[in-house]
């Protein structure tokens, strides 16, 4: 059987700190990958960590900072792999990760990306797997919340084209984005139930450090393909994929004021309850 080629494509833009530890955790891994690319996403730091680097790790720097959607479309267009998998510079994967997602997405052919559950870990000691992923995703289910996280995934290159690649706009959640676009041109993703990725949550600013700008990029991301939520969840759907992602979110950012938006996603809910009854009573008889 032919055996794919694989690129490692590791992303960052700031804390350099991690990269050698992120870099070290591909290296690792039982089944070797092929290539391993490294994006500057333009750091605002020197360059000294980087130049220890182990001399078969390529590094390319952006001049300007594109986002981690634009790193990730940079390492897939400097590869030459069959297959890509992906990791955030401040994330770590274990050391069967390669391996056993290969064996899956082999033994899955139908599959055109397969990702992986998650271990969080924080600066405390404490961590949280997350498996409790669907094994294929729905639709519908991924237009309601994202399930991939891309530095637990692996695709081919030529799926990364046909999906229309990675889009570098600080608007959206690209993972999201990406599963949806990909979802939406009839494409297959599928679940491993084992955490093989640890993502690190130490609030350094990672952009889910921000529970405000993810507000914003999700919603973003969700009006950006508003024709295919009204499709598939209807117009209620819709708007409560909103009034969740306001919750969650806004549950992030302290007590007092994730009360306050916890009373805003009430409130969207609410009017969406209600708006059909203001409409019967407005309208003439």
Partial sequence: MHQPTIAAIVAFHRNKEFIAEAVESVLAQTH??????LVDDASPTGQAELRRLPSSVRI????????IGGARQTGVLYS?????????????????????QLAFLQAHPDADLVHTGTVTFHRNGSERAFTDRPAVLDFAHELRWNHVLMQTAMLSRET???TGGFRSS?????????????????GMIRAMP???????????????SSGLRQMRRRIATITEHWPLVRRELGFRGGVESIAGIVEDEGGKVGHRLGGM???CARVIRASVRWLPAAAILLLPG
């Fill in 160 to 162: 990364v084209f046909a």
């Fill in 194 to 208: 084992e955490a093989l990725t640890r993502v690190r949550r130490w609030d350094h600013g990672n952009i889910s």
């Fill in 170 to 186: 600080r608007r959206f959640v690209p993972d999201w984005d990406f599963a949806i676009r990909l979802l939406a041109n009839g």
């Fill in 60 to 67: 390319i720097r952006h001049e300007k900072n594109l986002g």
């Fill in 261 to 263: 938006w916890r009373g």
């Fill in 80 to 100: 030459a792999a069959d297959l890509v998998a992906f990791l955030d510079g401040d994330d770590i994967w274990d050391r069967d990760k390669i391996a056993k």
């Fill in 32 to 37: 070797p990958v092929d290539e391993v690319v």
